[in-house]
Every structure is written in C-alpha cells, then in structure tokens.
C-alpha cells in the first residue's frame, strides 16, 4: 500500500500541483493577449465614430446627441467641399486669375472613410465581442470661460468589451481602473472636460 502511495499516487498529486501552477501563470498572459486584441478592434471603431463626429459637428456645429443621428449623417448626409484648381505656390497662374476655389457638396459616404471598404456605418453601434452590447455615445454644449463648447463622448466599458473572458481577471482590471479614478473601458472624447476629443488609449 506504502509503495502504491509513493510510485502512483504521489506522482499524480505532483503533476495536477504542477498543472494548477502553469496554469495560474498562464491565464493572465492568455487574458492580456486577448484583451489586446479585443482592444484593437475597439480603438477602431471609436476612431471611426470620431471621424464622423467631427465631420457632423463641422456640419451641424454640434455633435451628433444619438448613433441614430451619426449613422443618418454617413449614410444620407452631404458635406461642402472647397476644392482649388490651381496652384497658389504658382505666381504666374495667380495673377493671370487662374487659381479659383470652387464649393462642391459631397455626400458623406463618398468623401469619409472611403479607403475602408468593408465599412459599414450600422456597425458603429456595436460593440465587438459584447454579444450585442452598444455603444454608450453621448453629447452636450458646455459652457466653459463663457463660450459655448460642444463636447461628446462615446465608451466601450471592458464588461462589454471583455464579455466571456476570465471573471476574476475583468474585476481585477475595472477595480484597477476605477480606483485610479478611471474609466474602466475605453474611451474617446468626454462631455465633462474639453479634451481635443481624445481616446484614452492614447
């Protein structure tokens, strides 16, 4: 029976120890590979939802208040355009009047993001990974040293983000993020403080 203990049992003990050991090293860099990947794919979609908020304000002199309205603006929505024929660098062509400036609406669609060709506005919505989740999008005019400032905001919060992955690990990550008064997900502009509309991954 001693001889049983010591040549099966033991051994076996060793290994399951030895298994928990790797394993409990491994599951965070599994995580971190995956929340890097799911990251990337996010950071895009907040870029685009951006590109168009800035396009729309230009536009409207606001940001867009809903994703209904910003979907609306790619998919029906005109820009104007100042196109120049001609070189101002060009002396010559400058005073014989041949550099002019011309004003052109464009549709949206057809003047942003044009070189993404598997773009589609309707996913702008979403958030990836989520099963379904959408994007918390939100926009004011605040008044800030008396001038009226729209502001927008647009958050992917990491338990949408990170739906299905390591329980532990997302509440160690939104504990981390919360208790360094961080938002705990990602995020691009914000309607509390001007910040030039900047994500915070960048």
């Not at 910003?70 to 550099?99: C, H, P, W």
């Not at 800030?144 to 992955?165: H, Q, R, T």
């Not at 504990?175 to 309607?191: A, H, K, M, W």
Request: proline share 4%; net charge positive.
């Amino acid at each position: 029976m001693k001889k049983i203990l010591t040549y099966v049992i033991c051994p076996l003990i060793i290994i399951g120890l030895a298994y928990l050991i790797v394993n409990s090293i491994m599951e965070p860099v599994k995580f971190n590979k995956e929340r890097s990947a799911r990251e990337a794919d996010a950071i895009t979609l907040l870029k685009d939802i951006r590109t168009l908020q800035v396009a729309y304000k230009n536009v409207h002199n606001h940001y867009a208040p809903v994703m209904d309205s910003l979907i609306d603006f790619y998919n029906n929505g005109e820009m104007t355009i100042v196109k120049q024929i001609g070189s101002m660098d060009d002396s010559l062509a400058v005073a014989r009047k041949l550099v002019r400036r011309e004003t052109i609406k464009m549709k949206v669609r057809d003047t942003i993001l044009v070189d993404r060709k598997d773009f589609k506005a309707e996913n702008l919505r979403t958030i990836p990974y989520s099963g379904g989740d959408t994007v918390i999008m939100k926009s004011v005019i605040k008044t800030v040293s008396g001038v009226n400032v729209p502001l927008f905001e647009a958050d992917i919060p990491f338990n949408s983000l990170l739906k299905g992955m390591d329980h532990q690990l997302l509440v160690n990550l939104n504990f981390e993020r919360t208790d360094q008064n961080r938002y705990p997900g990602l995020q691009v502009g914000s309607i509390e403080n001007p910040n030039n509309n900047a994500g915070n991954w960048e």
